[in-house]
């Protein structure tokens, strides 16, 4: 080949290649360190003190007119100790189209309803990745097609969910697990399509003057299983029941001042059993402290009525407080302080953190986890698990 139409060759690489989409780049990878203050609760665990590695990169490519985005971010944790947290997800994979309005998107992801800040009763859309964290604030990626529609007022938004996914658990070796060993590889589904129900549900959102108002709908199976005891293994399956529910999430934000309430209308299992539940907040905010910090408080409320044969939760009559101190440096420093104490038997989960960024790439995060819990309460399966953390993050 002469150098003519090398050069040639060359040149129509080049242009292709300045003509694709850009590609933007997210995400991080992460040493989380835990050392727990006592020694396990129960036969077969492990101490738990050590360093497990988290990855978690996002790659987002979208068209130069913005109308069509394609999504990946994949996640793995690898945990020297639990074989059950070792696991992969991927939290999102997607492509979503926006014109005019009108938006269409399918493939996995994540979506949050509600507005509460310690815990969200509403939120039915994603499964708990519960082996990454045992307060909700993980997430599995959600098999979903989306058809929404968005104007300046409101947005109405419908989806499909053709798969479920199955909440993760501890291993017999792993901390912050309960009293019985929850067998994930048999779990037990209400309806005989198995994983394969379909599920669906729709959103209404819209924000007159100083409100923001979210309605919602959802059929199709409870994130939250029951437990049915195995009497040959001694472990426990997990039991997802088909549930219908509404909800309804309400905001007021007027100057530092927000009031945040949410509620749930519950129809139960195949036979339409009723229950309800929900929460209210008030939160301040402290502006222009010393420094130019500010420091918003916290201060939410729990209640559910669901009968006790229903699946387990830890928000049945509970209150939480709350601090939050942003420092608006160029490090963004934070410090976040608040507890959970159930107002009946007293069994409380508190947490203190505090992240700090270093340079334009790391963060470093420590902070303890307190839980103080009788025996005989789904709490008091954590009474031994009170640790203290650490996370060196690299952000790209």
Not at 310 to 336: C, K, M, V, Y
Not at 342 to 365: K, M, N, P, Q, Y
Request: with cysteine; glycine share 12%.
């Amino acid at each position: 080949m002469d150098h003519r139409k090398l050069a040639l060759l060359l040149t129509l690489a080049l242009s292709t290649a300045c003509s694709l989409p850009p590609v933007k780049t997210g995400g991080y990878v992460a040493a989380d360190g835990r050392v727990f203050v006592q020694p396990p609760k129960y036969a077969g665990q492990e101490q738990g003190t050590g360093v497990s590695l988290v990855v978690e990169p996002e790659l987002a490519v979208q068209s130069e007119n913005e109308v069509h985005t394609v999504t990946a971010r994949p996640f793995y944790r690898l945990d020297p100790y639990d074989a059950q947290r070792s696991h992969a997800d991927i939290r999102q994979a997607s492509y979503q189209m926006a014109s005019e309005g009108w938006e269409l998107g399918l493939g996995a992801g994540i979506f949050t309803w509600g507005v509460l800040e310690s815990y969200r009763p509403v939120d039915v859309m994603n499964q708990i990745d519960f082996v990454d964290a045992i307060d909700g604030s993980a997430k599995l990626g959600q098999p979903y097609l989306e058809i929404g529609h968005t104007d300046e007022s409101a947005s109405l938004r419908l989806y499909y969910l053709p798969y479920f996914r199955e909440r993760t658990f501890p291993g017999v070796d792993g901390r912050l697990r309960f009293a019985s060993v929850v067998n994930t590889r048999d779990p037990i589904f209400e309806s005989k399509l198995g994983a394969w129900h379909p599920s669906g549900a729709a959103r209404l959102t819209f924000s007159p003057g100083h409100f923001d108002i979210g309605l919602g709908v959802f059929s199709g199976y409870s994130r939250e299983p029951r437990f049915v005891a195995e009497l040959t293994t001694g472990r426990v399956a997990p039991r997802y029941d088909v549930i219908q529910q509404a909800s309804a999430d309400v905001q007021w934000t007027s100057g530092p001042w927000a009031v945040k309430a949410e509620g749930f209308f519950r129809l139960w299992t195949l036979g339409l059993r009723p229950f309800g539940g929900g929460g209210a907040g008030l939160e301040y905010t402290f502006s222009d402290l010393a420094g130019g910090a500010d420091l918003t408080a916290v201060a939410e409320l729990f209640f559910d009525t669901r009968p006790i044969d229903a699946p387990i939760t830890l928000f049945q009559h509970d209150g939480a407080l709350g601090l939050r101190l942003g420092f608006n440096d160029t490090s963004s420093t934070e410090i976040l302080a608040g507890a959970i104490v159930d107002v009946v038997d007293h069994a409380t989960f508190a947490r203190l953190e505090a992240g700090r960024r270093f340079g334009d790439h790391w963060r470093a995060t420590v902070g303890g986890f307190l839980f103080l819990a009788r025996d005989g309460t789904i709490e008091g399966s954590f009474a031994h698990d009170s640790y203290a953390a650490a996370r060196l993050g690299y952000y790209f």
